[in-house]
């Protein structure tokens, strides 16, 4: 499971069970709702993304944007509409609400998907806890510094093998899978296969030694850091 939690809002309950099913087998938390009502009641900022449909009762998908970038806690939510309406006006005026994408429908589930993996990688960053210093017993990872030690010597890391330590060593316990973690350690570049995150894993176990045995395989899944 990634750390990317979603929510669905459209007033046609099937779509949003068909949506909620092909992006949980990608990976992501989802949730739906099926009115901008339902939907406002919600705890809205513990959400990464909004998949909002343009035409709901009385208050549309529109106005629930425009009253979600209204208020400072959920102004930066990313937002994608979802409708039937694919008229230039429509467009910009989603857009002009903040949006940041727009799907017509019928549209197929792999649009949707690559659309929602093209917002997310936009919009989303690294989360860099407050402390500049990350620990495991005798394992370091100085942030600002770029370097790595193991029982006080430091060890040479490249550079993505540093961003993957980090970034598991930041989310003990927690698998990223590996589209997690070509989203985030490297961004928008091409043509990178998952076998590369593999051979990136391998070295890296080698390189901080007894700790390697720390990041753990999941099957099927994916690589955490296991720090009990």
């Known amino acids: 499971m990634n750390d990317y ?56 998908g529109f106005k629930m944007a425009s009253l979600l970038k209204k208020n400072p806690e959920t102004a930066q939510i990313p937002i994608i509409f979802i409708t039937a309406k694919d ?5 910009l005026t989603g857009f002009n609400l903040g949006a940041d994408d727009y799907i017509s429908k019928p549209f197929s589930l792999k649009e949707v998907s690559a659309r929602v993996r093209a917002v997310l990688r936009r ?17 370091t990872v100085n942030l600002p510094q770029k370097k790595v030690t193991i029982d006080g010597e ?20 927690r698998v ?6 070509l ?26 030694g007894v700790y390697g045995k720390q990041i753990v395989t999941r099957l099927g899944y994916g690589y955490c850091f296991e720090g009990a």
């Open 5 to 60: 939690p979603i929510l669905v809002v459209d007033d046609e309950e099937d779509l949003c069970e068909i949506l909620k099913y092909n992006l949980e087998m990608e990976g992501y938390t989802v949730d739906t709702a099926n009115s901008a009502e339902e939907a406002l009641k919600l705890n809205l900022t513990d959400y990464r993304l909004l998949l909002l449909d343009v035409m709901m009762g009385e208050i549309s």
């Open 176 to 181: 990223f899978s590996r589209e997690d973690i």
């Open 87 to 91: 008229t230039e006006n429509d467009t």
């Open 154 to 173: 430091e060890t040479s890391l490249t550079k993505k093998e540093f961003e993957i330590l980090a970034l598991l060593l930041q989310h003990p316990g």
């Open 183 to 208: 989203t985030r350690v490297w961004n928008d570049e091409v043509y990178v296969l998952d076998r590369t995150i593999d051979v990136n894993i391998t070295r890296l176990r080698k390189k901080i």
């Open 123 to 139: 919009t989303s960053t690294v989360e860099t806890p407050a402390e500049d210093v990350l620990q495991y017993r005798g394992l």
